[in-house]
């Protein structure tokens, strides 16, 4: 009789179900220690002590994996937050600048989370290289728009780009261009864990080589990672001999989220004389927004929810715009401080994101994951700032890309405003259909931007392209037929329109 048999059954005559599950977790962990350790071995010595510490830090992951059952909120001890906890910008705006606002800033280091690739897009290496507005790339934006600061201000504002195996050795060549600009620019890796297989719990990969087919063996665990990997790198001590004491953090794809001098200045000098360790910046939900995580207050502390932590019965009321009515932008203003007290306490709580896909052999994997802002609960004084949409410009999709190259946003010193000729500050929906999906054929499909300064919503599907100064106003709607072509001819003005099939142009 095997020893899990043995277990087993000696499990099954104590019929404690909690002690057989506890049975189960235990082999579970046996069998990941005995893989990892394999894993381990195949290192090479220069890759061996790195190697080390990305499986620990997995392994305290799946442990905890194993211990959490189902959804982790209570959804009965889920309230709103109290009035003080989420502060409208328009209050912290209003306490002006000091005129010392050069030494606060030098106190800020910007991070931006560099982990992503360009394939939801059809590209090819880190989405932070995808050009989006004058052949300007995001991470070109980023630089100039911190360089800008730097310059106005007579300041050393540095940029710390987190990247992940994914994307550190692209990134790494094209820093080279920016060795004369006025940022000083640092990089570090999040962690590489093992994807494992979703029947057996255990790692898919055999080795610890990611090149090749081994690559989808290993993945970045998502930007809670952030935490542990910046305190492990050494740059956090670093700067902190360096007299810097917030970051602030942010997705690079995210074009709204540039350093706000308000917001800076509200945690380096706080109205009351105690510090906030923790700011989430959070914007009013639309109905484009309704899967979007939301503060709320759990256990006397500030806490931030996702809908996977959600239980199914209530997945409406998460979604309601009248009962949770923001949600988090993942603009974070975090101190360093506070970072180094809790990482050497490990005292970072945050929920565990399964997240399930088929590899493209059809293999069934999990990743388990954690999110930066689900550590709000861990800091002390945490506090939500309720600012401008403006502040949340994500570049998902084509569609998204589409507005922040046209005539709707104005570019300067790397940041991208709203046209003050565009009579309402709203952004136009827009659904640009499959054929768009990737870049090139998006760009393919563009003889020039169309002028978008009077659009409410515009859908296109199918095979449609645009000639030169196409203008469209108030509702357009284009959608071509299977089979069929549109070309929406040089100098077009739709308004409120609707084109279908054969290029009938009817009135909407």
């Known amino acids: 009789m095997s020893s899990f048999a043995k277990d087993f059954s000696k499990a099954m005559s104590q019929a404690g179900t909690s002690q057989f599950q506890e049975v189960i977790r235990q082999e579970l962990e046996y069998s990941m220690k005995v893989e990892l350790d394999k894993i381990l071995a195949t290192a090479p010595s220069?890759?061996?002590?790195?190697?080390?510490?990305?499986?620990?830090?997995?392994?305290?992951?799946?442990?905890?994996?194993?211990?959490?059952?189902?959804?982790?909120?209570?959804?009965?001890?889920?309230?709103?937050?109290?009035?003080d906890s989420i502060q409208p910008y328009e209050k912290i705006k209003a306490r002006g600048l000091p005129d010392n606002i050069a030494s606060v800033l030098n106190k800020l280091v910007v991070v931006k989370l560099n982990g992503g690739l360009g394939t939801s897009m059809g590209c090819k290496g880190p989405k932070s290289l995808i050009g989006v507005r004058n052949e300007n790339t995001?991470?070109?934006?980023?630089?100039?728009?911190?360089?800008?600061?730097?310059?106005?201000?007579?300041?050393?504002?540095?940029?710390?780009?987190?990247?992940?195996?994914?994307?550190?050795?692209?990134?790494?060549?094209?820093?080279q261009k920016y060795s004369h600009s006025r940022v000083k620019i640092y990089t570090f890796n999040q962690s590489r864990y093992p994807r494992i297989n979703k029947e057996?719990?255990?790692?898919?990969?055999?080795?610890?080589?990611?090149?090749?087919?081994?690559?989808?063996?290993?993945?970045?665990?998502?930007?809670?990672?952030?935490?542990?990997?910046?305190?492990?790198?050494?740059?956090?001590?670093?700067?902190?001999?360096?007299?810097?004491?917030?970051?602030?953090?942010?997705?690079?794809?995210?074009?709204?989220?540039?350093?706000?001098?308000?917001?800076?200045?509200?945690l380096m000098n706080p109205p009351n004389g105690k510090r906030c360790e923790f700011v989430m910046e959070v914007t009013n939900k639309t109905r484009a927004d309704v899967k979007g995580g939301t503060l709320t207050q759990y256990e006397n502390k500030l806490r931030l929810v996702e809908i996977a932590q959600v239980p199914k019965a209530h997945v409406d009321e998460f979604k309601s715009v009248s009962k949770f009515k923001i949600f988090n932008t993942n603009n974070l203003w975090i101190a360093l401080s506070a970072i180094k007290r809790l990482q050497e306490k490990n005292a970072i709580d945050m929920e565990?994101?399964?997240?399930?896909?088929?590899?493209?052999?059809?293999?069934?994997?999990?990743?388990?994951?954690?999110?930066?802002?689900?550590?709000?609960?861990?800091?002390?004084?945490?506090?939500?700032?309720?600012?401008?949409?403006?502040?949340?410009?994500?570049?998902?999709?084509?569609?998204?890309?589409?507005?922040?190259?046209?005539?709707?946003?104005?570019?300067?010193?790397?940041?991208?405003?709203?046209?003050?000729?565009r009579e309402f500050p709203t952004v136009p929906l827009v659904k640009l259909g499959s054929s768009f999906t990737k870049v090139q054929d998006y760009l393919r499909r563009f003889e020039s931007i169309p002028d978008m300064l009077e659009l409410d919503h515009l859908t296109v599907s199918g095979d449609v392209t645009f000639g030169k100064n196409v203008s469209l106003k108030g509702t357009v709607i284009i959608i071509a037929n299977h089979g069929d072509r549109i070309d929406i001819p040089a100098g077009a003005l739709l308004e409120n329109k609707i084109v279908s099939g054969n290029l009938r142009i009817l009135d909407h």
């Open 46 to 83: 220069n890759e061996l002590e790195h190697t080390k510490k990305d499986l620990e830090g997995f392994k305290k992951l799946f442990h905890r994996f194993l211990q959490e059952k189902g959804p982790s909120v209570d959804w009965g001890k889920i309230q709103r937050p109290p009035e």
């Open 138 to 175: 995001f991470l070109d934006l980023t630089v100039q728009q911190i360089e800008h600061l730097n310059k106005s201000y007579n300041t050393d504002v540095p940029l710390v780009l987190m990247n992940s195996f994914n994307t550190d050795d692209d990134t790494k060549k094209i820093l």
């Open 200 to 266: 057996t719990l255990l790692p898919i990969a055999k080795g610890v080589s990611c090149s090749g087919e081994n690559t989808e063996c290993w993945y970045p665990p998502g930007h809670g990672d952030i935490y542990a990997s910046f305190y492990n790198s050494g740059l956090l001590d670093n700067l902190i001999g360096e007299g810097k004491e917030y970051i602030f953090v942010s997705n690079i794809d995210n074009l709204g989220a540039t350093v706000d001098l308000y917001i800076l200045n509200h």
């Open 352 to 421: 565990i994101i399964v997240n399930p896909k088929t590899l493209d052999g059809g293999l069934n994997i999990i990743q388990l994951e954690t999110a930066v802002g689900a550590a709000i609960k861990s800091f002390e004084n945490s506090l939500g700032i309720n600012v401008p949409r403006s502040r949340f410009l994500p570049v998902k999709t084509t569609s998204d890309l589409l507005l922040v190259m046209s005539n709707l946003y104005s570019l300067n010193a790397g940041s991208l405003t709203m046209s003050e000729k």
